[in-house]
């Protein structure tokens, strides 16, 4: 698999044969509906067994991806300013692998990450794994807040290094010789309110106010597809 393939969603959906509806159950020998619910229970553990093995192999792609070419990630972490200022159960490593989690994870909201959180088993085989539990999806936000953002830009950059140093991206330059990187700004967020001084806001023809925010971003791109990110303001 390539450094940044997304996670594809390993979870294939499942073929049920249609189940009756109430009025038909009701025609149904005991037999026959004593079957019919048979084959839902039996269809539900595999549609929860399926779930299980697409979590299950997500920590583990997660993991082989940065300690197979990231392995200094975590030290380099652990060397991010901890702004908080009350003690925590959580390093600030844990925090930001949690940040990179909802990502990968394709998490839509931290309500969904914190569903892979209450997974007992994933959440174990994750702290196995990297060697500190999942904080609370609410934590890593609060906690992200208060970092410093030219440090996260530094971690980000000690990345891209590493990529350019194993040549990862040489076969793709253009004509050979130069990297492409594209511009630009896009919006990471809208919302019904104004969250804060930095929220843009437009106004629809009906007169409703949705603010956003934007980001200019620079990122390195290939004929390939790949589009990193190599610097944020």
């Known amino acids: ?32 509906a004593s079957k019919i619910k048979q084959r839902d229970v039996s269809a539900q553990k595999r549609v929860i067994a399926a779930q299980q093995r697409k979590k299950t192999a997500l920590v583990y792609e997660m993991h082989r991806t940065i300690f197979q070419h990231f392995p200094h990630l975590l030290d ?18 844990a925090h930001l692998t949690a940040c990179l989690a909802l990502f990968l994870f ?3 909201s931290r309500n969904q990450y914190n569903h892979y959180r209450g997974d007992a088993q994933f959440a174990e085989n994750y702290q196995r794994l990297f060697g500190f539990a999942m904080p609370h999806g609410d934590s ?22 590493v990529l350019l140093r194993r040549k990862t991206f040489h076969g793709s330059r253009y004509r050979g010789k130069w990297f492409l990187v594209a511009v630009d700004a896009s919006g990471v967020g809208s919302y019904a309110h104004q969250r804060d001084a930095q929220c843009l806001h437009r106004t629809s023809k ?6 956003f925010h934007t980001v200019l971003e620079a990122r390195l791109v290939t004929a390939g597809g790949f589009s990193v990110s190599i610097a944020s303001q």
């Open 1 to 32: 698999m390539g450094i940044f393939q997304s996670f594809q969603p390993l979870l294939q959906s499942e073929t049920h044969e249609k189940t009756p509806p109430a009025k038909q159950r009701s025609r149904l020998s005991p037999r026959q």
């Open 76 to 93: 380099w972490m652990r060397q991010v300013d901890d702004r908080r200022k009350k003690a925590s159960d959580y390093e600030l490593a």
């Open 106 to 108: 394709k998490s839509e």
């Open 140 to 161: 890593v936000h609060n906690v992200m807040a208060q970092l410093n953002e030219d440090q996260i830009e530094h971690l980000k950059h000690q990345m891209v290094q």
């Open 206 to 211: 009906t007169g409703k106010i949705t603010y």
